[in-house]
Every structure is written in structure tokens, then in C-alpha cells.
T-cell receptor, first 114, second 114 residues
Framework: NAGVTQTPKFQVLKTGQSMTLQCAQD?????MYWYRQDPGMGLRLIYY???????DKGEVPNGYNVSRLNKREFSLRLESAAPSQTSVYFC?????????????FGDGTRLSIL | SQKIEQNSEALNIQEGKTATLTCNYT??????LQWYRQDPGRGPVFLLL?????KEKRKERLKVTFDTTLKQSLFHITASQPADSATYLC?????????????FGQGTELSVKP
């Protein structure tokens, strides 16, 4: 069982470059999430997708865009990377619910912006 | 605004003892509260969910309590083992009608010494 797969695992970018982080899940979940995790800050929600074709901003959406390509895939794009976006990015998925469904996480993308 | 607080200092205990981790929340009343475990370099893994009308939930050596009056959840690991060493995250649901979103605390690092 692959669960949630994120690519790449590591990436170094220069300020101003763009890139897309990929996420795919094989659990047939409707809901998918993108978080960033910084030391001492915990996980903060960037964007959320309740179902294919819908996306919603989370707590820290500025500087990011997302695409829910199909039910399996949810990508996160940095159009013009900034050093403040250096972080570990996690993708997660869950069944639909009201906070009563466990979220399943990938192992993250470690992104450094120089 | 909704706020989650976990012990910021690492918890160091001896093998065989009970570890107790605290999660406090303010300015709202979550319907559900989840606990996750995160190992270094990995994504969080779901452990337990407790509902607002449940005082206590158990799973093997794990026990979670949910005190809606104190606005606090306690997470206990009994007969702790070095393999329990990890960071533990609490995640209350934000409020009703917010889909599957969770608000994560910053986590408490637990170290169990042999």
C-alpha cells in the first residue's frame, strides 16, 4: 500500500524560481490537503480540496497555487519562490467528514529557497 | 482566534513509566480531537480520535482524555518504551461546517530512556 506519495523528497531552489510539488493518493479519498511545517510552528494548512474540482484557502495561502487534477492528485505550485517559503511540505488525504476522519500523510518534501 | 497549545519543552522519561502529554485549546469548542505521532523525517501518523461527548478513549497502551470544561486533552502512554520516542501532535477540529480541516498544535517531543 503506497498511501500518499509526494515528489520530490528534496529540492533546492533559487529565489524567484518556480516549481510544482506533486502529491498522489491511492485510498480513493475525496479530501486532500497541503500543509507546511516550520520549527516551533506546527503544521499550517496552505490549501484544502474537499473533492475533485474544488479548492479552498487555508491559513497561509499567499504565494501558492494548487490544482486538484483528479481524485488522486493534488499539486502545489510556487510561482516565484521566496526564502520565507523554505519549509517541509506535507500532503494529506482523508475521507469526507467534519474533523472526525483521520488524515493520512505523505513523508514530505523538504524545500530550501536560497 | 482558535489557538492550540502543547508543551513546548521536550518530555524525558524513564522506560516503563507513564508519559503524559497536554493539549490545551482556547476560544472555541471542537467536536473532535485527534492525536498523531511524527517520527523524524516522516509524516504524521494518526493514533486516536476522541469525540466531545467521550471522556476517555483507549487503544492498547494509549489513553486520551477530553475535558471540555477545562478545554484540555491529555494523552497518556503507559509502560513507555524507547520505541515510543517521537513527537506527538494534537489536532482538534476547528468548528462545525469546516469540512475535514484540523488545527494542529506544534507538538511535544517525547524521549523514553532505557
Amino acid at each position: 500500500n503506497a498511501g500518499v506519495t509526494q515528489t520530490p523528497k528534496f529540492q533546492v531552489l533559487k529565489t524567484g524560481q518556480s516549481m510544482t510539488l506533486q502529491c498522489a493518493q491511492d485510498m480513493n479519498h475525496n479530501s486532500m490537503y497541503w500543509y507546511r511545517q516550520d520549527p516551533g510552528m506546527g503544521l499550517r494548512l496552505i490549501y484544502y480540496s474537499a473533492s475533485e474540482g474544488t479548492t479552498d484557502k487555508g491559513e497561509v495561502p499567499n504565494g501558492y497555487n494548487v490544482s486538484r487534477l483528479n481524485k488522486r492528485e493534488f499539486s502545489l505550485r510556487l510561482e516565484s519562490a521566496a526564502p520565507s517559503q523554505t519549509s517541509v511540505y506535507f500532503c494529506a488525504s482523508s475521507k469526507p467528514g467534519q474533523g472526525n476522519q483521520p488524515q493520512h500523510f505523505g513523508d514530505g518534501t523538504r524545500l530550501s529557497i536560497l | 482566534s482558535q489557538k492550540i497549545e502543547q508543551n513546548s519543552e521536550a518530555l524525558n522519561i524513564q522506560e516503563g513509566k507513564t508519559a503524559t502529554l497536554t493539549c490545551n485549546y482556547t476560544n472555541y469548542s471542537p467536536a473532535y480531537l485527534q492525536w498523531y505521532r511524527q517520527d523524524p523525517g516522516r509524516g504524521p501518523v494518526f493514533l486516536l480520535l476522541i469525540r466531545e461527548n467521550e471522556k476517555e478513549k483507549r487503544k492498547e497502551r494509549l489513553k486520551v482524555t477530553f475535558d471540555t470544561t477545562l478545554k484540555q486533552s491529555l494523552f497518556h502512554i503507559t509502560a513507555s518504551q524507547p520505541a515510543d520516542s517521537a513527537t506527538y501532535l494534537c489536532a482538534p477540529s476547528p468548528s462545525y461546517n469546516q469540512g475535514g480541516k484540523l488545527i494542529f498544535g506544534q507538538g511535544t517531543e517525547l524521549s523514553v530512556k532505557p
